[in-house]
């Protein structure tokens, strides 16, 4: 008798542990990741949400400042090398990493 009333209270509360743990992850796996198919603003976005990641903290090589040609910057975004990761035209599609490129360029001649 006892454990048929309970039993509805128990499913509803696993349900609503396994929904606030799924809404959780989902939301966790879009934190921090380049949404596909996101609209960058400009070079200035890009390199403040993705590369300053690793860039400004030591991870990867300072960039900014070195007078890098765009088509290098370019191709190590695409191509990645060792720790660098590649980018794929879905998280960083080719206009906006023209732009990026033209940014970090850009940032050798204005500090
Ligand atoms: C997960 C960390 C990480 C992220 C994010 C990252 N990089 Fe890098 N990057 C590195 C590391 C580490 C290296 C050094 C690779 C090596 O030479 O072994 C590197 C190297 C480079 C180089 C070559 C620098 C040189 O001295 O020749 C360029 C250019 C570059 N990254 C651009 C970018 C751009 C642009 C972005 C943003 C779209 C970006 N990186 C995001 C880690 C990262």
């Known amino acids: 008798m006892k454990a048929r009333k309970i039993t509805p209270l128990i ?3 696993v349900m609503s542990m396994v ?3 799924v809404s959780g992850w989902v939301s966790a796996a879009q934190d921090g990741k380049p949404s596909p198919n996101h609209a960058w603003k400009d070079g200035a976005e ?3 949400k993705i590369c300053a990641y690793c860039h400004d903290v030591q991870v ?3 960039i900014l400042n070195r007078e890098l040609s765009p088509d290098y ?3 190590m975004v695409r191509n990645g090398n060792r720790a ?3 980018f794929r035209p879905s998280e960083i599609d080719d206009e906006s ?3 990026l490129a033209e940014f970090i360029s850009h940032r050798s001649t204005q500090p």
Do not use: N, Q, V, W
Request: net charge positive; proline share 14%.
């Open 97 to 99: 990493l023209a732009k």
């Open 11 to 13: 499913t509803f509360g």
């Open 84 to 86: 660098m990761p590649a």
């Open 73 to 75: 910057i370019r191709h």
């Open 19 to 21: 929904f606030f743990l």
């Open 60 to 62: 990867g090589p300072p």
């Open 46 to 48: 890009i390199y403040a």
